[in-house]
């Protein structure tokens, strides 16, 4: 694993997990109060097919805000910025949370950037003025939360 900062509008914290040079990059992106130490237990396993990385975003983990807006959008700037700069290819999206929405903007705003996008429980917004169907609502509410299997995934 090595840690280093990139110059991205402001230095921004990221991890090389390792994996074979000419694999297709994989760039993971964490959730809210997040940070690329959500990744740690998860981030070797792919690394025989993949080159794995892992970028701690404006205001979280090791990435100062720096005066930069840490909003879902600013920081799907921020993503976009670190694949053209850093990453230098398409790469396997993964997001976990916030994390999905932000690989979802940013995959749908620039597909050349993404070559597949894994979404973990992500968020996306319900459209201003938009009602939940009341009988979804009470489904989602009857619904007891999944146990905890102690899985080694990032939460």
Known sequence: MRSTY??????????DFGGPDGTPPTVLVHGL???HLNWTRLAAQPTPYTRVHALDLPGFGRTPAAGRATTVTANAAV????????????????GNSMGGMIATLTAAAHPDLASAVVLDDF???????????????????????????????PR
């Not at 990139?6 to 991890?15: M, N, Q």
């Not at 003025?129 to 102690?150: I, K, M, S």
């Open 123 to 153: 968020r996306v917004p319900i459209a201003a003025g938009a009602r939940v169907d009341p009988a979804v609502r009470r489904q989602f509410l009857c619904w007891p939360p999944p146990p905890d299997t102690g899985a080694p995934w």
């Open 33 to 35: 109060g997040g940070s």
């Open 79 to 94: 993503l976009r910025r670190y694949l053209t700069d850093v990453i230098g290819a398409p790469a396997i999206l993964v």
């Open 6 to 15: 990139a110059d991205l509008g402001g230095p921004v914290h990221h991890v």
